[in-house]
């Protein structure tokens, strides 16, 4: 589980920016390292050992440009991309042969 924002918060917006890991099967959860921005509304894809984090809200309630990206095995996160022109909230996203991240959907600030 990576961001968010608590729906009773939304209107004093503050945003989560913890990453949390999950074992689904000894039903345990494992505090990782804070996003470097809090986001909400954005959407996460794993390729090759790294976990992207692709869009979303941000506290100054705009849609972020920016991509952070997670090593798994370092527990560190850090920026990936600021060449977007303007990502989307509540989007998709696939990989495709641990190469390619395709985005889909979604709505700007302004929807």
Do not use: Q
């Not at 809200?57 to 996160?77: A, D, F, I």
């Amino acid at each position: 589980m990576i961001g968010g924002c608590h729906p009773c918060l939304i209107e004093e917006f503050e945003l989560y920016r913890g990453c949390l890991l999950v074992d689904i099967e000894k039903g345990s959860v494992h505090i990782k390292e804070s996003m470097r921005t809090g986001r909400y509304g954005h959407t996460a894809i794993h390729l090759a050992n790294s976990v992207y984090v692709v869009g979303g809200m941000t506290e100054t309630k705009s849609c972020t440009k920016t991509c952070e990206k997670y090593n798994l095995k370092r527990n560190s996160w850090k920026p990936f991309s600021n060449t977007f022109d303007e990502f989307s909230i509540d989007i998709s996203a696939i990989g495709i042969r641990n190469r390619f991240i395709f985005v889909f959907g979604g709505r700007n600030a302004r929807s």
